[in-house]
């Protein structure tokens, strides 16, 4: 069967530009999760989706960052006016549970913001 | 404020040996679970193991083996008699129900 999917697979973007990332999950997946992993280092957790509900957005690195799951299936990471420092691999991943991130989460490939 | 500290950043061993890949966490809550994920070099996380706090028992599958000691808040992960298709890096990660946290990784090359 089908696994995560995000798209682009790469972005390339202008400094000051506004930018979305789409992650659709495996069907039926209650729990969607965003991360964000830079160069060398282990995925950071942005925030998670249960359905439509968006539980937790701690790890958010500012409120240029914004996330949202309409119908509680496709999912899309919006960063607006893009820094260099948000240049990193964002992975999606989904979780048939309701357990939060105990459960075991199924990764997409990620997309890669590189920002200029 | 939970930690994952994985203090091997680059580990090469040759076909055959064993390997192990250590894990330390910090976490005040009593419930929590550990995870192993494999990330190759296409990039995508595969989910290795999970393991909750009030289960010691360590755990084996096929030449892979957990070794989980909440006296000393370590999750260590073995490969043994290691191939070249186990290359990739290896990250534990700690979850508090609504937070995941991941170590940086230890990149693993197996040569042949």
């Known amino acids: 069967g089908a696994g995560v999917s995000q798209s682009p697979r790469y972005k390339v973007a202008k400094r000051g530009q506004d930018v979305a990332l789409r992650c659709d999950p495996i069907s039926g997946h209650v729990s969607l999760f965003w991360y964000q992993q830079a160069l060398g280092q282990g995925p950071e957790f942005l925030t998670y989706f249960q359905n439509e509900a968006q539980l937790d957005k701690s790890g958010l690195p500012s409120d240029r960052f914004f996330a949202e799951r309409p119908e509680g299936s496709v999912s899309t990471l919006k960063i607006q006016r893009t820094q260099q420092e948000d240049s990193a691999v964002y992975l999606c991943?989904?979780?048939?549970?309701?357990?939060?991130?105990?459960?075991?989460?199924?990764f997409g490939p990620g997309t890669r913001l590189t920002v200029l | 404020a939970q930690k994952v500290t994985q203090a091997q950043t680059e580990i090469s061993v040759v076909e055959k040996e064993d390997v192990t890949l250590d894990c330390v966490y910090e976490t005040r809550d009593t419930t929590y679970y550990l995870f192993w994920y494999k990330q190759p070099p296409s990039g995508e996380l595969v989910f290795l193991i999970r393991?909750?706090?009030?289960?010691?028992q360590n755990e084996i599958s096929g030449r892979y083996s957990w070794n989980f000691q909440k006296s000393t808040s370590s999750f260590n992960f073995t490969i043994t008699a290691s191939q070249v298709v186990d290359s990739a890096v290896y990250f534990c990660?700690?979850?508090?129900?609504?937070?995941?946290?991941f170590g940086a990784g230890t990149r693993l090359t197996v040569k042949p």
């Open positions: 393991r909750n706090s009030f289960d010691e």
């Open positions: 991943a989904s979780s048939p549970g309701t357990s939060g991130t105990y459960n075991e989460q199924f």
């Open positions: 990660a700690l979850s508090e129900r609504d937070d995941m946290r």
